[in-house]
């Protein structure tokens, strides 16, 4: 019924820059909050940012000041730039969405397949 598809990881030097992208897709009734979460071997899944339908943005202390997210409410994306990028942002990133599929229902939280992010020092 819904699909999060991410696009945009890699491999990368410490100090370059990324750019997440997550497309939704299907039954889309309302979009609410979408952002990104990471996990990292051995680690528990964190929030890195996340920004609501009016455009309020949160974001993780470890990663303000060089992640931005955004969102295209058009095109039904949300982004990730990732600058100033280090060995410990290593991780899966997972694109998360809290979605409205029709009137008849309540909001849900969705989540993509994930996307790898490796940061060689």
């Known amino acids: 019924q819904v699909q999060l598809v991410e696009s945009g990881g890699g491999l990368v030097q410490a100090g370059g820059s990324l750019r997440l992208s997550c497309a939704a897709s299907?039954?889309?009734?309302?979009?609410?909050?979408m952002g990104w979460y990471r996990q990292a071997p051995g680690k528990q899944r964190e929030l890195v940012a996340n920004?609501?339908?009016?455009?309020?943005?949160n974001y993780a202390d470890s990663v303000k000041g060089r992640f931005t997210i955004s969102r295209d409410n058009a095109k039904i994306t949300v982004y990730l730039q990732m600058n100033s990028l280090k060995p410990e942002d290593t991780a899966v990133y997972y694109c998360?969405?809290?979605?409205?599929?029709?009137?008849?229902?309540?909001?849900?939280?969705?989540w993509g397949q994930g996307t790898q992010v490796t940061v060689s020092s």
């Open positions: 998360n969405a809290n979605i409205r599929t029709s009137w008849r229902q309540v909001s849900a939280d969705y």
């Open positions: 920004i609501t339908s009016g455009s309020t943005t």
């Open positions: 299907g039954r889309l009734f309302s979009i609410n909050c």
